[in-house]
């Protein structure tokens, strides 16, 4: 064997025929929903379907050139997509939206031979990807300044058919597929590398790796051997992964999804993309309706993005009040499994009982309401949105004495469910909690106690302090005060006989 997968020997001896099929390829951009992509190598093209089903079709990237596209990642912050063309060796871009693609600078890497693999490290800003026949890991900045050769002394460099960037332990990984094959690392900041210890595996011919950082692994599929291979990060060995249901025939590229326990694959010669699950229960084919993947390879995935912490919400609690939100928290892209999700856009909005009214992370509250604030996260796969904890912003209304007993009733306003407290200097506290079912007007009966009642029972009136207190449901609660004059009228004495 060559440096070069033999069916892909047969696609470079008709490329001109390859090309005027371009013609005829579907063009479409993906809708939003999570997705894998994968390079269709003999359409030119880069595939996509859904990860839940259907959907497929093939992405619009006019503005870029290069054929048999040979390796594809994903910048999420920049919403783009790039990949590597084996001939001519170069890199190009595109919007995953669709079109405006173009081609990356890469002066100052190798730049002749077969490039095949791509993996982005967001970090440093860099593009990876394998040159095979020149036996180099090259990399170019995104920034479009040029790049270079990375060191890989003491690392074997055979044939090397994929790289995985791990900003985990600061490495790039690949998989040699031709006489010295195995699994090989080197340090991004320089310094060379070294060989992964694989026994207990099978490696042949290994095409492309990703690392599942939850367990510690790196995966592999094994392009002659038609299986699924791991191995552990920390040198310990590996070995086979179980993948009965999915077609494993001639794999070529992985991707892992830690959230749901499943490794990827594009399976080459059968044009299908499959997965199993990591506990070795086994996995299917994707269904890819739409489409039919021509020798696809290096499948990635794009989900919607994932929620971390909640927005939080924080401010007065009378009508009037400034209310400020620290926006929600998202979970980064996985860049070392080749799952993007981290979001290229995100907005803060104002709900007041569930209905939007302001957008930022600030807000007046001009009425009573419950007040949240809502963090939501884009990205090409979709939106997805967190709320925080609600705010009660309720109003102390009218006070109304009872004269005869020495009492005062508050109206207070609250904006829907929720607890009442009553308490407050020289005020008796309720013996009852008082609860709300919905927005309503509760009464509360305000009495004096200590010096207060006596001094009511002397003078006739006395002056407190009253703090009412209100917990909406889910929420924090808050307090107002009121100052008011507790009065009651003296009994009349009774005529004498």
């Known amino acids: 064997m060559t440096y070069l997968m033999p069916v892909r020997n047969r696609v470079l001896a008709v490329c001109l025929f390859i090309a005027g099929l371009l013609a005829l390829a579907v063009s479409s951009s993906a809708r939003a929903a999570d997705t894998v992509y994968w390079a269709d190598y ?4 880069i595939g996509f379907a859904n990860l839940a089903g259907g959907g497929a079709g093939f992405l619009d990237i006019t503005g870029a050139a290069g054929t048999l596209v040979n390796g594809v ?21 595109a919007n995953l939206a669709g079109g405006g693609g173009g081609e990356l600078n890469i002066n100052g890497a190798t730049t ?59 490495r790039v990984y690949w998989s040699n597929g031709f006489l010295e094959e195995g699994i ?10 070294g060989d992964l210890n694989t026994s207990g595996a099978t490696v042949n011919e290994p095409a492309g790796v990703a690392i599942d950082s939850t367990s510690g692994r790196i995966y592999w599929g094994n392009y002659e051997a038609d299986n699924i291979s791991y191995a552990n990060l920390n040198g310990t060995g590996g070995g086979d992964l179980p993948t009965p249901g999915a077609t494993a025939e001639k794999p070529f590229g992985i991707s892992i999804d830690p959230t749901t326990g499943r490794v990827y694959w594009a399976a080459e010669q059968a044009g299908r993309i499959s997965y199993a699950s990591v506990s070795g229960s086994g996995g299917a084919d994707l269904d890819t309706t739409g489409v039919t993947p021509d020798l696809p390879a290096f499948p990635i995935l ?13 401010g007065g609690v009378k009508p009037g ?54 963090s939501t996260a884009t990205n090409h796969a979709g939106s997805s949105s967190q709320t925080s904890a609600p705010i009660g912003v309720f109003k102390i209304g009218k006070v109304k004495r009872n004269l005869r007993k020495g009492t005062a009733t508050i109206a207070v306003q609250v904006p829907g469910a929720g607890v009442l407290k009553l308490s407050g200097k020289k005020v008796r506290k309720q013996t009852k909690t008082r609860s709300a079912t919905s927005a309503a007007t509760v ?16 003078k006739g009136r006395a002056k407190v302090r009253a703090s009412v207190s209100f917990t909406p449901a889910g929420g924090s609660g808050g307090t107002q005060t009121k100052a008011l004059t507790l009065k009651k009228k003296a009994k009349g004495k009774k005529r004498s006989g």
């Open 184 to 193: 090989s690392y080197a340090n991004l900041n320089g310094g060379g590398g």
């Open 321 to 374: 009040s400034a209310l400020a939100c620290t926006p929600g928290t998202w979970a980064p892209d996985l860049v070392e499994s080749f799952l993007y999700r981290a979001p290229q856009t995100t907005t803060t909005r104002w709900l007041k009982n569930g209905v939007p009214v302001a957008t930022g992370t600030t807000v007046n509250a001009g009425a009573v309401g419950s007040y949240a604030c809502q």
């Open 42 to 45: 003999e359409s030119n093209h």
């Open 73 to 93: 990642a994903i910048d999420s912050a920049a919403g783009r997509i790039y990949w590597v063309s084996a001939e001519p060796p170069k890199v190009y871009f």
């Open 112 to 170: 002749t031979g077969f490039l095949i693999g791509a993996a982005i490290d967001p970090a440093l800003g860099r593009i990876y990807w394998a040159n095979g026949p020149e036996n180099k890991i090259s990399y170019a900045n995104l920034d479009g300044s040029g790049g270079g050769d990375l060191d890989t002394t003491g690392a074997t460099v055979s044939d090397p058919l994929g790289v995985d960037v791990d900003p985990n332990t600061g």
């Open 443 to 458: 009464k509360l009966l305000v009495r004096a106690k200590g010096k207060a009642k006596k001094g009511l029972k002397k």
């Open 302 to 314: 794009l989900k919607t993005p994932s929620p971390v912490a909640a927005p939080s919400a924080s």
